[in-house]
């Protein structure tokens, strides 16, 4: 079989002799192509490039969730076609490896390896679908591309908590579960809306919901991990169904004490409820507008300040080795 693999050389939790030595056990298995990012969204590129070449048959991104999540929109640039496009296989190399854990891969990057190599001569694959945030006509971000999401997007409070982890990435700091838990309390101090939402929920042939502080949108569960405990935002996510979304409407102390609880004691079976939790399942197309510009992120990648976004959930989009 004909593969790239894209390796992110500032990938978190691998040095370049764990690299070395995983690259040796693909290649005595694969027609192996090696490339590492250079740049920021070199390894999109690279997918985009794959997906067009009509050669490679397996793309295997080695790095943690932002570099899949690049890997995926190259992969998908033309749209989901997953009898035609390569497929993709993911090693974890990040801090937290959220889509490579959903799969049911170990954390480990040797591990994982190993389970590839396994998946690869028994044939073990699955058509998963993702998530896709477009532009909204007749708004300000309109012209905003499309892209993909493997796991979770997020529109208000936790978009701006990862914004702020990558300007403390910027300056040279690790990213490590502390730094995010102090980067929630810092966003929480300054986050100007907390009581009254700005955020709309439109969807179609239904009531608009108005006053959301924050949304999380799933495409999987768990939503994260603080370290090996999985966090569930929503806990009936699945890469067979549409999208679900978790909303919040108020962000006072008494709730973040509340909802932050749930979080952490989240379970498959259950998630945050409660006054002013929205919790949705299943959903195929849906738009977030706000009065204000807010924080977005997709997998963990902060995009910048948005006011409307639209989003939909498509089902079977790529087949993945697993």
């Not at 593969?3 to 764990?18: E, G, H, K, Q």
């Not at 749209?79 to 035609?84: M, N, S, T």
């Not at 999380?216 to 890469?239: D, M, Q, R």
Request: some cysteine.
């Amino acid at each position: 079989m004909r593969a790239l693999l894209v390796v992110n050389p500032a990938a978190t939790l691998t040095s370049a002799r764990t690299r070395d030595v995983l690259t040796h056990a693909l290649a005595s298995d694969l027609k192996l192509e090696v490339a590492s990012t250079e740049y920021r969204g070199h390894a999109h590129d690279l997918g985009r490039t794959a997906a067009k070449d009509g050669e490679t048959e397996l793309v295997i991104a080695l790095g943690g969730d932002g570099t899949v999540n690049e890997v995926v929109n190259g992969l998908l640039h033309g749209g989901p076609d997953p009898e035609r496009l390569p497929r993709l296989a993911v090693v974890p190399g990040g801090s937290t490896n959220v889509f490579a854990r959903a799969l049911g891969l170990p954390n480990d990057a040797v591990e994982a390896t190993g389970a590839l190599l396994d998946a690869l001569h028994t044939g073990s694959e699955r058509t998963v679908g993702l998530g896709r945030a477009d532009g909204v006509p007749g708004t300000d971000d309109a012209g905003a591309p499309p892209r993909w999401f493997t796991f979770c997007a997020g529109f208000g409070f936790d978009a701006g908590v990862v914004g702020r982890v990558e300007r403390q990435r910027e300056r040279g700091r690790r990213s490590t579960h502390p730094l995010y838990v102090r980067q929630v309390l810092r966003q929480f101090l300054r986050e100007p809306h907390r009581r009254h939402g700005t955020i709309t929920l439109e969807r179609p042939d239904e009531k608009s919901t108005e006053g959301l502080v924050l949304s999380i949108i799933c495409n999987t569960a768990p939503w994260t991990y603080l370290g090996n405990k999985p966090v569930y935002a929503a806990p009936h996510a699945s890469f067979d169904t549409g999208l679900d979304l978790l909303g919040l409407s108020r962000l006072t102390s008494a709730a973040v004490g509340r909802y932050g609880t749930q979080l952490l004691t989240s379970s498959p079976e259950r998630g945050p409820r409660g006054k002013h939790a929205l919790s949705l399942h299943d959903l195929t197309s849906f738009t977030l507008h706000s009065q204000v510009p807010l924080p977005f992120q997709m997998d963990g990648d902060h995009l910048g300040l948005r006011t409307s976004v639209g989003f939909a959930g498509v089902r079977r989009a790529l087949r993945v080795i697993a």
